[in-house]
């Protein structure tokens, strides 16, 4: 009798343990559900802006003229004709063209509030890498019209490589010259920014000559834009060629520059921001439609308050 209920009494706790094992193991199970479904919501939902990283502007009607002849920059120049049609309807639906200096004051280091007449707008930033002669000869003419058709200046990211700008006695077809950049900066369509001083990878040189490439760059633009504008608006903010960077190249490139670009087919979200030396920028080659470049460029939020 005494063995049965010894028995009884063994199995009750058996029981009892399992219970309290199944009751700990839902209470972990929902606790990790829940921080995951929390995680989840607050990254569909975090503040977000699309950087668009394009590089030369092809003419489809006269498509040799302004790119390097190489199968790289002939695949990632997108066609004149669909971007004019893609900014003209970023022009007629409300959007904010940043400079690198208001993505910088007013969303990575947040230390300015948003002003007044950009509530309601949907922020983007437009970037043109590799200093191609394109997007002057091509591009100026269609921000001109936009802006008469519109009444709203569109402003582009220039991030240039002053190492391959053409000089007065060697012209070139192919590679913006320092007038070029001084024009379109005159008429307000430019915000010139860094891409290295001749386009190497840096995660590539040695400290001495990254050093050198980061800070002859900045140096040359500040050179070439002297009387324009003030020096610490030229040339502050750098976009990494190829993409490639790694922490000894963050270490020095923060001697330079306030902030650094990627070029990763990823969209910025804010909340998930925490290395403004890694700032992602979405990749377009011209396998991009039109219709796509619009879809990627929704995906802004609209700042609704200050």
Known sequence: MLFKLERQKSKRQRFSRKKIGDFQFFSL?????????????????????????????VDLNNSNLGIAQNPIAQRMAYPMQNLEEFLEDLAANNYWFLSTQEMYDYFINCSQDIPEKYVGKKPIMLSFDDSYKTVYTNLIPILERLEKEFNQKIKVVLFVNPGTLSKVNHPSTTYLSCEDLRTGFKKGFYDIQSHGQSHKNLVTLTVQDLNQELAQAQTHLRECMAGLAPEQEIAAHIAYPYGSMNHQVETYA??????GYLYNSTILRFRWLNDKYRISRLTVNRNKTTARLIQMASRSFSIIQR
């Open 29 to 57: 199970y929902s606790i990790v559900f829940f921080f995951t479904l929390l995680i989840t919501l607050s990254y569909i939902n975090a503040p977000r802006i699309p950087i668009l990283g394009f590089h030369g502007i």
């Open 254 to 259: 923060s001697k330079y520059y306030q902030s």
